[in-house]
């Protein structure tokens, strides 16, 4: 069996992968990365978050990005029943990056994992992890190629990047289930012919559909725009019957905002669902590896947090695991798994408070404060290890009694 060296392992070309494995190249340390599928490759995730350019940067991907074209990100609009709430990037509280990109993801995870090629990294597509065995730090990963054959990778410390695939907590039996209640999308991408109809292309838009289902809607620069609706499962049962195509047109006609923007309109591809994709992990990180990204926790697609906690967490990853190769004491507790929860557990609560209605009422509140509103559009930006904004800070609290001030003024203000 043919047997590689390397210091570091990644498994995974996603944006978790692409970006510690380019850190970590630039450190001066060899770096391999497998990767199950073959790319380009579909994946959900398209609407990006500011913060996530900061990892983009560090990791030398920006100026390839840009040269693609993708569509400008520069905000995020909420919409229910005609009303609108509008949060643009540039009013965030927190100072940092004010727009981003929303992108086809087979064609942005391949533009990163193309960098990391020319950078000197390896990229193996179509090839599986079949078993990992550490003796303390030091691993020997079996892999298998798309040809059947198998190789042996031995290395200094591995980094999952795998997302779904979730290798090592798989292996290892380390996944356990999520606190947020299993949840269905239905999604497709469209041909948008009418998408003059609709104003600010530059923002994803959130419709609530009815209580617990919303509506993501993505415009994307080659004219396409992703839609897909997400709710309990319950809620897609009223449109069993037939195929995805027949029951994700009588979604769109059933939603009078967009009904008939997407009318008629070409399918770019038969819609797919995805299920009960919220799960996490009993730790991050042990001897010899690292997880980050969705491997951690997928959270819910709704505030867009996917690519941002997985470029973070793997810029984080890679600088800890450079010390570690140095020779330098690392503290994963704290250097680690303590500030990512803190990144997840903020993401977390507004994904809870948006499904049980306390963030329609922040909302769609009129006249809001302009400062609280900064500070939740930080929030929705990305930037959720801000400790010194207190909707991060006290994210699940601080939410919880501005809904309820909210409730009560609107009660004594009623003539």
Same mark, same amino acid.
């Given at each position: 069996?043919?047997?590689?060296?390397?210091?570091?392992?990644?498994?995974?070309?996603?944006?978790?992968?692409?970006?510690?494995?380019?850190?970590?190249?630039?450190?001066?340390?060899?770096?391999?990365?497998?990767?199950?599928?073959?790319?380009?490759?579909?994946?959900?995730?398209?609407?990006?978050?500011?913060?996530?350019?900061?990892? &983009?940067?560090?990791?030398?991907?920006?100026?390839?990005?840009?040269?693609?074209?993708?569509?400008?990100?520069?905000?995020?609009?909420?919409?229910?029943?005609?009303?609108?709430?509008?949060?643009?990037?540039?009013?965030?509280? %927190?100072?940092? $990056? !004010? $727009?981003?990109?929303?992108?086809?993801?087979?064609?942005?995870?391949?533009?990163?994992?193309?960098?990391?090629?020319?950078?000197?990294?390896?990229?193996?597509?179509?090839?599986?992890?079949?078993?990992?065995? =550490?003796?303390?730090?030091?691993?020997?990963?079996?892999?298998?190629?798309?040809?059947?054959?198998?190789?042996?990778?031995?290395?200094?410390?591995?980094?999952?990047?795998?997302?779904?695939?979730?290798?090592?907590?798989?292996?290892?039996?380390?996944?356990?289930?999520?606190?947020? +209640?299993?949840?269905?999308?239905?999604?497709?991408?469209?041909?948008?012919?009418?998408?003059?109809?609709?104003?600010?292309?530059?923002?994803?838009?959130?419709?609530?559909?009815?209580?617990?289902? $919303?509506?993501?809607?993505?415009?994307?620069?080659?004219?396409?725009?992703?839609?897909?609706?997400?709710?309990?499962?319950? =809620?897609?049962?009223?449109?069993?019957?037939?195929?995805? +195509?027949?029951?994700?047109?009588?979604?769109?006609?059933?939603?009078?905002?967009?009904?008939?923007?997407?009318?008629?309109?070409? &399918?770019?591809?038969?819609?797919?669902?995805?299920?009960? $994709?919220?799960? %996490?992990?009993?730790?991050?990180?042990?001897?010899?590896?690292?997880?980050?990204?969705?491997?951690?926790?997928?959270?819910?697609?709704?505030?867009?947090?996917?690519?941002?906690?997985?470029?973070?967490?793997?810029?984080?990853?890679?600088? &800890?695991?450079?010390?570690? &190769?140095?020779? +330098?004491?690392?503290?994963?507790?704290?250097?680690? !798994?303590?500030?990512?929860?803190?990144?997840?557990?903020?993401?977390?609560?507004?994904?809870?408070?948006?499904?049980?209605?306390?963030?329609?009422?922040?909302? =769609?509140?009129?006249?809001?404060?302009?400062?609280?509103?900064?500070?939740?559009?930080?929030?929705?930006?990305?930037?959720?290890?801000?400790?010194?904004?207190?909707?991060?800070?006290?994210?699940?609290?601080?939410?919880?009694?501005?809904?309820?001030?909210?409730?009560?003024?609107?009660?004594?203000?009623?003539?």
């Amino acid at each position: 069996m043919k047997t590689e060296q390397a210091d570091v392992l990644v498994i995974g070309a996603g944006p978790a992968g692409t970006v510690a494995a380019s850190i970590i190249h630039k450190a001066g340390y060899k770096v391999t990365v497998v990767e199950k599928m073959k790319f380009p490759r579909f994946v959900i995730g398209e609407s990006l978050l500011p913060r996530c350019m900061e990892a &983009l940067e560090e990791a030398g991907f920006l100026e390839a990005v840009k040269a693609k074209g993708f569509q400008d990100k520069g905000g995020a609009k909420f919409v229910k029943n005609g009303k609108i709430c509008d949060y643009s990037f540039a009013d965030q509280y %927190t100072k940092g $990056w !004010t $727009w981003t990109w929303q992108v086809p993801r087979a064609e942005f995870d391949k533009i990163l994992a193309d960098e990391v090629e020319k950078m000197g990294v390896p990229v193996s597509y179509e090839t599986t992890v079949t078993a990992i065995e =550490f003796n303390g730090a030091d691993s020997t990963t079996t892999v298998e190629y798309a040809n059947g054959e198998k190789a042996q990778i031995k290395a200094r410390f591995i980094i999952d990047g795998s997302g779904y695939g979730r290798v090592i907590p798989r292996l290892f039996k380390m996944d356990k289930p999520s606190s947020l +209640e299993p949840r269905k999308a239905m999604f497709a991408h469209v041909a948008d012919e009418k998408r003059a109809m609709a104003d600010e292309p530059n923002r994803i838009t959130i419709i609530v559909h009815e209580f617990g289902v $919303w509506i993501w809607v993505i415009p994307f620069s080659n004219g396409n725009t992703s839609v897909g609706f997400v709710g309990n499962p319950a =809620f897609f049962k009223k449109f069993e019957g037939g195929s995805n +195509e027949e029951q994700f047109r009588a979604h769109i006609a059933s939603q009078p905002y967009f009904s008939e923007r997407f009318k008629d309109a070409q &399918l770019i591809f038969e819609p797919r669902i995805l299920k009960s $994709w919220s799960t %996490t992990t009993e730790k991050f990180y042990g001897d010899g590896f690292v997880l980050t990204g969705n491997v951690t926790e997928f959270l819910d697609p709704v505030f867009s947090s996917g690519v941002t906690l997985a470029t973070v967490s793997s810029q984080k990853a890679a600088k &800890l695991v450079i010390k570690k &190769l140095k020779g +330098e004491a690392v503290d994963w507790d704290e250097e680690y !798994t303590k500030p990512m929860m803190q990144g997840v557990n903020t993401f977390r609560s507004y994904v809870m408070r948006w499904y049980d209605g306390t963030l329609d009422t922040i909302f =769609f509140a009129d006249n809001q404060d302009p400062l609280i509103k900064s500070m939740i559009c930080s929030v929705l930006a990305g930037y959720v290890w801000d400790l010194d904004n207190p909707y991060v800070k006290d994210h699940d609290t601080a939410l919880k009694k501005l809904a309820n001030t909210i409730t009560i003024r609107d009660i004594f203000s009623k003539p």
